[in-house]
Structure formats: structure tokens, C-alpha cells
């Protein structure tokens, strides 16, 4: 066994590890509601802290927060304690960390438009492919504009405005139509009731304070509260996870095999992930997953099954742990085939068998060996945790957010200066010259109306003169007129 492991469970009194050298080419574990998975995530991720490595973790219902208090005497745990050889158990807490997007149960979890792209923002917003080109057209207006995109203001302002310049945008950046402007506006009016506006801002997570470890060499773990979230507002949670995946792939360098990951994630309720997600963003994903390894990160998704991810992605996950499928329906004896059909099998059970009949914190486990090479299947009695069993008292998780090393730097939002407040300065420049210009029109047209009287009472002696002179010619006209019909008239 690698000196740096993690101890799993036992199958039939044989210790099975996960070493942390093959802990970056990512990882699975599923399972019917109750089965267990919950609890396996928390002896994986205590296992990674213990090994150095930082963790982040969605805490989709509450009960992760254990992680930060020592676990409790209990007989159940004793009994499974006597059936798996572990080299050391001790009860105790890890460094954790306390993340919110909605809520105040952690540190303000903050990134900005820009950092989120046009991408995963149309994906976010649910836009058509019309709507989206006018997205990416609205980026590079800011681009071009030196203009930033921080939160949502920002991106409304940009778009009203390129509304009211679309003539003057179209030959540089296409159509750009009221209908689709109006749409996109309605998405994020949408999008701010679901609690987004408080995602999108500043100051906006800076990745280190994911990745860094206590004075004791224990990897910190970062929980992120999404039990409302994950219920308010879906597609916001499953848009961090991807934007967390982009920036983790384009920040950190490549590295070389190292004996553990720089970091390992978990993404809790993975099929949101996934979910109508377009081709071109499930490329995108399926790029990241594929490259990031060579990042040092690991990822490990957690779903009820794994037909839920991908079969692209699914390939390359090499740590896999099954809990109990049911199997009701017709449909759900197909995804136990497919999911039996994935594991390499072990002559001694039927895998399509076993993984309906398990228990409660057993599961089937394959894991990759030194080279890289997947396991037999082996069914696997899961360790306990040596943390709390679910979730800690709200004081407790108060405390320990009053103590965080990186409160301040999170907890005061900042606004500066971005697209709104630029563009609002520009509206005021130009509707002082339109007031300007109204008093300057104003002004000629008073000019105008007092310049005639003014010129009658300057010159009486010209106005005499042009009324002579118009006497005159009438008297020449008459008699013009006279000469000649008088010869007409006089030759009758």
C-alpha cells in the first residue's frame, strides 16, 4: 500500500485503499436515497484532509458540516470497527472552511460576469442560440469598450444601452434586435428573484483560499451550503461548479505525478450538471474533466446513478463506489445491467446480482492499483467516519465562521467602478448636452422674435422708402397692363 492512502472499508478482512497517487483521475460514487453516500464522501474527504490535501465539498443537505466536529462513542461504529483492520481511527475534527452563495451559513461565495463568461451564462440563463450570439456580442462590447462586467446591473446596463445603439452597433457586431435584448433582460430579472445577484460581484473567490492547509499539514476542507440552493435556484449551483471547474483548468500550471492531488473536488447531485446542458458546453465539461487531472485535481461526483453523467466522462472516472440500486421498475433493472456491465468483473458474484442486496454502508468498490489499472470489484464494508455523523449546531457553525482566517477578506461586498456606473456617467454627460443644446435652440428662437420690432423702430426712414417704392411699381404695372389690353380691345 501507498504511504499515501486512503483507507476505505474491508472486504472480507482485506483492507482496500484508494492511493493518493491515482486520486486525480477522479472518481464515483452512487447509490440509491439512504443507502450511504453521504457518509462515504465524509471518510473520503477526511481521508484526503488527513493525506494534505484540500477539499471542497457541496453540501447539499447540511449533514457535511460534521466534518468540523469530532465524531461520538457509538456501538454501531464499534462493531463495524471490529471488522475492518484499520491502521488507526481516532475521532476528530478536520480544518474546515464554510462557504454560502444564498444564505448567511458561510463566507460570501462571490465571481463576477466576466470571470463567468457568455458560455455558462447562456447555459445559466437558458437562452436560444439568437439570444446567446447577442450575449457574446455584449462581452466583446465590454471588451472593446473597457468596460467591466462584475455583477448584474453591470450586464443590464450594457444591454439597454446596446438597445438604444443598435443602429450604430449592427455594422461592427451584427443585428442586435429589441425582442432579443428584451428576453435576455426577462432571464435576468428571473435569474436575480432566484438569488443570483448575490453570486455576482466582489470581491470574488480567489482559488487559493480553496487550496491551502493548517499549521498541522491537514488539508482544509471548504464546504459550500447549498441545501436551499440546490432547491431555489438549480442552474446557479450547477453554473458554479462548472465556472469552478473552468477557472481551476485555465489558472493552475501542469504538473508532474505527484504521490496526491493539489486538490480534490466533490460535486454533490452531479445530474445538475448535466441537465440540458447544449453540446457545446458538455464538450466544454467533458475537455476540463479529461485535462484537469494533469492539474493535480481530482474530481469525484456524487449522483443516485450513474447513467446520470455522461458516457464520455463516465469512462474516465477511476475510482468507483456503488451503493444499493433498487430495482422497481423496468427501466431500473436496465441501469443495474449498464452499471454491472461497468465495473471489471470478480468471478467470485454476480455483480447484477449483489448491488440490489446490499446494506446500508456497504458498497461495491474498484479501485485503480499503482499502474493505473482498475480492480476487481470487491464488495466493501465502508470505515466509519472519525468526525460527526451529521450536521453541527448552528452555534457551533457561528463560532467557527467568527474564528475563519479569511472572514475579512469576504464578508464586506464591494462595488467599484464597472459597466453601470460608466455607462450611467456617459447617459448624464450626454443629457447635459441635450439640455444644453435645447437653451441654445431656445435662445436663437427668442433672438428671432424680438429681431423684427427691433428693426422697425431702427429704420422708419427705410420702411417709407420700400412703400414708395412699392407704390411705384404697382402704378407702372396698371399701366402695362392697360397698354396692352387697351390695343386688344381698341383693334375690336
Same mark, same amino acid.
Given at each position: 500500500m501507498s504511504a499515501a492512502a486512503i483507507e476505505l472499508g474491508a472486504s472480507n478482512g482485506k483492507l482496500i485503499c484508494q492511493t493518493g497517487r491515482m486520486s486525480n483521475r477522479h472518481g464515483l460514487i452512487a447509490g440509491a436515497t439512504g443507502t450511504g453516500k453521504t457518509v462515504t464522501l465524509q471518510v473520503l474527504a477526511e481521508g484526503f484532509s488527513r493525506m494534505g490535501v484540500p477539499v471542497f465539498?457541496?453540501?447539499?443537505?447540511?449533514? !457535511?458540516?460534521? /466534518?468540523? @466536529?469530532?465524531?461520538? +462513542?457509538?456501538?454501531?461504529?464499534?462493531?463495524?470497527?471490529?471488522?475492518?483492520?484499520? $491502521?488507526? &481511527?481516532?475521532?476528530q475534527p478536520c480544518p474546515t472552511l464554510f462557504w454560502s452563495i444564498d444564505s448567511n451559513q458561510g463566507h460570501p461565495l462571490r465571481t463576477t460576469i466576466s470571470e463567468m463568461g457568455?458560455?455558462?451564462l447562456s447555459n445559466l440563463?437558458?437562452?436560444?442560440? *439568437?439570444?446567446?450570439? =447577442?450575449? &457574446?456580442?455584449?462581452?466583446e462590447i465590454a471588451d472593446d469598450q473597457g468596460m467591466l462586467l462584475l455583477?448584474?446591473?453591470? !450586464?443590464?446596463?450594457?444591454?439597454? %444601452?446596446?438597445?438604444?445603439? $443598435?443602429? $450604430?452597433?449592427?455594422?461592427?457586431?451584427?443585428? =442586435? *434586435?429589441?425582442? $432579443?435584448?428584451?428576453?435576455?433582460?426577462?432571464?435576468?430579472?428571473?435569474?436575480?428573484e432566484q438569488g443570483a445577484e448575490q453570486f455576482f460581484g466582489e470581491p470574488a473567490l480567489d482559488l487559493r483560499d480553496l487550496m491551502h492547509c493548517d499549521f498541522s499539514g491537514r488539508g482544509v476542507i471548504s464546504l459550500l451550503d447549498a441545501s436551499t440552493l440546490i432547491h431555489k435556484?438549480?442552474?446557479? &449551483?450547477?453554473?458554479? !461548479?462548472? %465556472?469552478?471547474l473552468a477557472e481551476l483548468f485555465e489558472q493552475l500550471p501542469e504538473v508532474v505525478d505527484q504521490e496526491r492531488p493539489k486538490l480534490v473536488l466533490f460535486f454533490d447531485e452531479a445530474h445538475l450538471l448535466f441537465d440540458d446542458a447544449p453540446k457545446s458546453l458538455l464538450d466544454k465539461i467533458?475537455?476540463?474533466?479529461? !485535462? =484537469?487531472?494533469?492539474?493535480?485535481?481530482?474530481?469525484?461526483? =456524487? *449522483?443516485?446513478? +450513474?447513467?446520470?453523467?455522461?458516457?464520455?466522462?463516465?469512462? @474516465?472516472?477511476?475510482?468507483?463506489?456503488?451503493?444499493?440500486?433498487?430495482?422497481?421498475?423496468?427501466?431500473?433493472?436496465?441501469?443495474?445491467?449498464?452499471?454491472a456491465e461497468s465495473f471489471r468483473p470478480n468471478p467470485a458474484f454476480s455483480t447484477e446480482t449483489l448491488v440490489t442486496e446490499l446494506g446500508i454502508g456497504e458498497a461495491l468498490v474498484s479501485v485503480l492499483d499503482e499502474k493505473g489499472a482498475p480492480q476487481p470489484v470487491e464488495r466493501v464494508l465502508i470505515a466509519p467516519p472519525?468526525? @460527526?455523523?451529521?450536521?453541527?449546531?448552528? #452555534?457551533?457553525?457561528?463560532?467557527?465562521?467568527?474564528?475563519?482566517?479569511?472572514?475579512?477578506? &469576504?464578508? @464586506?461586498?464591494?462595488?467599484?467602478e464597472?459597466?453601470?456606473?460608466?455607462?450611467?456617467?456617459?447617459?448624464?454627460?450626454?443629457?447635459?448636452?441635450?439640455?444644453?443644446?435645447?437653451?441654445? /435652440?431656445?435662445?436663437?428662437?427668442? *433672438? #428671432?422674435?424680438?429681431?423684427?420690432?427691433?428693426?422697425?423702430?431702427?429704420?422708419?426712414?427705410?420702411?417709407?422708402m420700400k412703400s414708395a417704392a412699392r407704390s411705384i411699381g404697382t402704378q407702372i404695372g396698371r399701366q402695362i397692363i392697360r397698354g396692352v389690353l387697351g390695343s386688344i380691345f381698341g383693334r375690336r
Open positions: 465539498a457541496a453540501d447539499i443537505k447540511g449533514d !457535511l458540516s460534521g /466534518l468540523a @466536529q469530532p465524531g461520538h +462513542p457509538h456501538k454501531k461504529i464499534d462493531e463495524r470497527l471490529a471488522q475492518i483492520p484499520l $491502521s488507526a &481511527y481516532r475521532q457568455p458560455l455558462l440563463l437558458e437562452l436560444n442560440e *439568437t439570444q446567446t450570439g =447577442i450575449l &457574446y456580442a455584449a462581452f455583477d448584474l446591473k453591470d !450586464l443590464r446596463a450594457l444591454l439597454a %444601452w446596446m438597445g438604444e445603439n $443598435s443602429e $450604430s452597433l449592427r455594422n461592427s457586431y451584427g443585428n =442586435i *434586435t429589441s425582442a $432579443s435584448i428584451g428576453a435576455i433582460q426577462r432571464r435576468l430579472l428571473v435569474l436575480e435556484s438549480p442552474k446557479v &449551483y450547477a453554473a458554479f !461548479l462548472l %465556472w469552478l467533458e475537455q476540463v474533466v479529461r !485535462l =484537469i487531472r494533469s492539474k493535480g485535481v481530482g474530481i469525484y461526483f =456524487i *449522483t443516485q446513478s +450513474p447513467l446520470d453523467i455522461p458516457e464520455e466522462i463516465l469512462g @474516465q472516472l477511476g475510482l468507483k463506489i456503488e451503493h444499493a440500486l433498487r430495482a422497481f421498475t423496468p427501466k431500473d433493472r436496465k441501469t443495474i445491467k449498464a452499471v472519525e468526525g @460527526q455523523i451529521g450536521p453541527i449546531e448552528p #452555534k457551533r457553525r457561528e463560532e467557527l465562521l467568527q474564528r475563519s482566517p479569511i472572514g475579512s477578506r &469576504y464578508d @464586506q461586498a464591494v462595488d467599484r464597472s459597466a453601470y456606473e460608466l455607462l450611467k456617467k456617459k447617459a448624464e454627460a450626454a443629457a447635459r448636452e441635450e439640455q444644453a443644446e435645447r437653451e441654445r /435652440l431656445a435662445a436663437e428662437r427668442a *433672438t #428671432k422674435k424680438n429681431a423684427p420690432t427691433a428693426r422697425r423702430r431702427e429704420s422708419a426712414g427705410e420702411a417709407m
